[in-house]
């Protein structure tokens, strides 16, 4: 028997994406493998979501009640259900918390793990991941030989299918074992109204938007389309916005459905951070400029009379 | 204070890259260290600067590593260890752990410090797991970091924004961006560093940990989606066309 366990991921009490597109390809896993799909929430009151997941593909949700994230707690929630439920294939969020639990996780339950893929496909009863490597300039495909594979997948690379599962709802309460680690203070004003790494739409910046009083005609398109704010490396370092915007190798690693690069040149370490994004548009003064070269649209021209343009147009389709 | 810095070694990341089979074509690759290990190395040296004790810089892979554990050298580092393994599976991070975490644990180290992620695998899995093998605490995405006695204090990046967070030694860190400036290995530096000895351990040294992952095989990128250059005559004419082609063909918003 093949079972799959997903382990969601909420933010404010809500759902999180991810944690629809990791139950979907649980479930396409679980078909091809004939196995069961399990969905694992740790929170308080997620019981609600149970239909949510149910309706992607989950026959049952394992609610588990903790309070806030603690990488090392939730690493001993997570192996708790793993142990009891014994999958054979789990699916973690490849996101600021799958990165800080997973790695703990694995090592816990003696699994390997295959991180930040993208693609995952099933052959001769095994999990085939893929997933880019050298800055996405070559993809992998690897094979987890232990009896529990573990893989953490990048946001915004699986598509969300609806299918009935039963969507049963059990509690369940491992123990969460002690911290080590305290957490004595949190500041989460400095970041985006929608999470860079996980944004299916980015609109990104750089020096071409010529200084941080220009931000506000960027953040007009990124309002009407719900999009996150990102910035090239150029526009971080002259200190026009903070570095959790960066898009790039010593940035964030960013798969949006549409990515929007106003005045970035594309240098081949931004592209190594938004290179998979699936549509790309370059809005940039400089025909030359290599970001065109992986631009699905390309305009070449002036972002201050481009953007504001572009802005009005969505504005009159989305209402 | 004894203190492991994690020294990946990575090709450059404007080498040109051709995928073979299982790997990729080595020839004519430029390799550097994996630049968040540089602020890993960097941290663990300002450690050391503060309150004593010994930067043993650490490295697994062919000998091509000893390369970048000279580097070490010259940037400071009291020791370098090269874990010598020539064929071994890439990108299993439980297996690389565990090599680590058994010689870290035969060193009795305080700290251990790598790199949030290296840049050709972009994982973010291998310090934490040390962590755990050595049932040691852990902060990720570390942009500050202040250690006197045995307390340790950090702030760290997490989604949205930042946290402070406290703990005691023995601890393994992964170095964000910002945590501080590394320093260049100035020329003496690097003259002295030919000279210093690399220790080598293999696998049966460290207890002969079992791969995990088959490599199944690479390919190159999938194409992209082919793309073109909008031709108007005005910016609300760029405007319309954009909107229509990401409504209509494209279907993304
Ligand atoms: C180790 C290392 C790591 C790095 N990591 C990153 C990273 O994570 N992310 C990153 O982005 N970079 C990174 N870089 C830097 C990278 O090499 C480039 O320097 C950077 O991406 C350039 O940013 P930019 O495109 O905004 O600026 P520029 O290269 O200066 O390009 C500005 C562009 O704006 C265009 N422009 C100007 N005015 C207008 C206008 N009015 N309308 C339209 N277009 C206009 C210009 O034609 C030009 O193409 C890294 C570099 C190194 C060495």
């Keep these: 028997m093949s079972n799959v366990l997903i382990v969601g991921e909420l933010k404010d009490g809500e759902l999180k994406k991810i944690s629809r597109e990791i139950t979907s390809a649980g479930r396409k896993i679980a078909d091809a493998l004939g196995g069961k799909v399990t969905a694992l929430l740790i929170g308080s009151g997620v019981e609600k979501f149970a239909g949510d997941l149910g309706a992607v593909g989950a026959d049952s949700i394992v609610t588990v009640n903790a309070g806030d994230f603690n990488a090392e707690t939730w690493a001993n929630l997570v192996a708790g259900v793993i142990k009891d439920k014994n999958p054979s294939v789990v699916l973690v969020p490849h996101t600021s918390q799958g990165k800080d639990y997973s790695p703990r996780v694995a090592v816990k339950v003696g699994a390997g793990i295959v991180a930040d893929a993208v693609g995952l496909s099933v052959d001769g009863g095994k999990v085939v991941a893929k997933k880019p490597i050298y800055s996405g300039k070559a ?6 030989t232990s009896p529990i594979a573990i893989f953490t997948v990048r946001p915004n690379s699986q598509e969300v299918v609806q299918k009935a599962g039963a969507g049963a709802a059990e509690a369940a309460s491992p123990s969460a074992g002690d911290a080590k680690v305290k957490i004595v203070s949190s500041d989460l004003s400095g970041g985006n109204k929608v999470q860079l790494a996980e944004a299916s739409i980015i609109v990104s910046g750089g020096r071409g938007i010529k200084g941080p009083e220009n931000w506000p005609v960027l953040q007009g398109l990124a309002d009407v389309l719900g999009a996150a704010l990102g910035a090239s490396r150029a526009a971080v370092d002259a200190g026009w916005i903070s570095h959790s915007h960066q898009v790039g190798q010593t940035g964030k690693t960013v798969s949006p459905n549409c990515y929007i690069a106003c005045g970035i040149s594309g240098a081949i370490q931004h592209l190594a951070g938004m290179g998979s994004s699936k549509y790309i548009v370059a809005i940039n003064k400089d025909g030359d400029a290599p970001i065109f070269k992986v631009a699905t649209y390309g305009v070449v021209g002036d972002l201050f009379e481009v953007v ?12 | 204070m004894k203190i492991i810095v994690l020294v990946k070694q990575v090709p450059d990341t404007e080498t040109n890259i051709k995928v073979g089979d299982k790997s990729i074509n080595e020839a004519g690759i430029k390799w550097i260290i994996s630049p968040y290990d540089e602020f890993a190395i960097e941290e663990g040296l300002r450690l050391r600067e503060k309150n004593g004790g010994e930067v043993i810089a650490v490295s697994l892979g062919p000998d091509r590593v000893q390369e970048s554990l000279r580097q070490a050298y010259a940037m400071g580092a009291d020791r370098a260890v090269q874990i010598k393994v020539d064929n ?38 291998v310090v934490i797991q040390v962590a755990e093998g050595l049932g040691i605490a852990h902060i990720s995405f570390a942009v500050s970091l202040e250690i006197s006695g045995t307390s ?50 293999t696998p049966a040294d460290l207890g002969n940990p079992a791969s995990k992952i088959e490599v199944v095989g690479l390919e190159p990128p999938p194409p992209r989606i082919p793309g073109r250059k909008l031709e108007a005559a005005d910016a609300k004419g760029y405007a319309e066309q954009l909107v229509k082609a990401l409504r209509e063909e494209a279907k993304v918003i």
């Design chain 1, 139 to 144: 993809y992998g495909n690897f094979k987890v």
């Design chain 1, 308 to 319: 504001p343009a572009l802005t009005d147009e969505f504005k009159k389709v989305l209402g």
């Design chain 2, 88 to 125: 071994y599976v890439p990108f299993d991070t439980v297996l690389t752990a565990e090599l680590i975490a058994n010689f870290a644990k035969a060193e009795n180290a305080d700290i251990i410090i790598g790199g949030r992620q290296s840049i050709d695998s972009d994982s973010s899995q």
């Design chain 2, 152 to 201: 340790v204090k950090a702030t760290k990046e997490v989604e949205g924004g930042t946290q402070v967070v406290e703990t005691s030694l023995p601890v393994a860190i992964t170095a964000q961006k910002g945590l501080n400036e590394p320093r260049y290995p100035n020329l003496k530096g690097l003259m002295a560093a030919k000279k210093k000895p690399i220790e080598t351990k």
